[in-house]
């Protein structure tokens, strides 16, 4: 009987969900010391730490990001909490904003389907297996000394 106990807390432990935690989450009391026009950016890395991301375009946008999912067994990862805080400075790198998204707010992408055409000639398997035939001497050739 014990050994059917014991297979049994196995095959239960396995079915359990595994949580997986990533990103920088601010912690909300550190997020609340920060008040717009009083801090500047030495002030924000000192209280929140490095951002996950800055804006590609200049420094004025800094952005935490953290995502939590939940695994079951062999399943694929399902999101589960995702959330971005988003701090805006002025151009002297004072805070001017600071903004929070959820997982409700994400939205979904449409992905280009078309190509880039491309001109040239299309080479086929056969043609890349024989193009190089003769193309390498034996010795006496340049390739080779």
């Known amino acids: 009987m014990q050994p059917a106990i014991a297979v049994l807390c196995v095959a239960l432990a396995a079915c359990s969900a595994r949580i997986d935690s990533r990103g920088n989450q601010p912690d909300p009391d550190r997020l609340a010391e920060i008040a717009a026009g009083e801090h500047n950016r030495d002030d924000v890395a000192e209280i929140l730490g490095s951002p996950s991301s800055i804006a590609m375009f200049g420094d004025e946008t800094w952005y935490y990001v953290s995502k939590r999912t939940e695994t079951l067994a062999f399943l694929a990862p399902e999101v589960t909490e995702r959330q971005v805080v988003i701090v805006r400075f002025d151009r002297q790198g004072v805070v001017k904003a600071i903004d929070h998204l959820g997982i409700d707010d994400e939205r979904e992408i449409q992905f280009v389907e078309r190509e880039t055409?491309?001109?040239?000639?299309?080479?086929?398997?056969?043609?890349?297996?024989?193009?190089?035939?003769?193309?390498?001497?034996?010795?006496?050739?340049?390739?080779?000394?």
């Open 117 to 145: 055409p491309t001109t040239g000639n299309e080479i086929g398997l056969l043609d890349q297996l024989l193009g190089n035939i003769g193309r390498f001497g034996g010795e006496g050739s340049e390739g080779s000394q």
